[in-house]
């Protein structure tokens, strides 16, 4: 016997383009993207923090200049 998958990406109906475009523009005004935060360190903009929550290990190897390490199993 085959089981019927139905697809999770389709259980959610495309939005109107309205309703899309006000959704992205509203969750941007809350969130930022490391694409924001590599513009202002490029242009010296240092007034927020960066929290790298990775393994110390991890963090050790490579993070960003600046970065606080608290990993989260801490």
Do not use: W
């Not at 010296?44 to 991890?58: K, M, N, P, Q, T």
């Amino acid at each position: 016997m085959k089981l019927q998958y139905k697809s999770q990406v389709n259980a959610v109906p495309a939005q109107a383009d309205d309703d899309a475009l006000r959704f992205f523009r509203d969750k941007l005004r809350c969130e930022t993207d490391p694409a924001d935060v590599y513009t202002d360190m490029q242009n010296g903009v240092a007034d927020f923090v960066i929290l790298d929550v990775r393994s110390e290990d991890h963090y050790n190897a490579k993070h960003v200049k600046g970065a606080i390490s608290m990993p989260k199993s801490r």
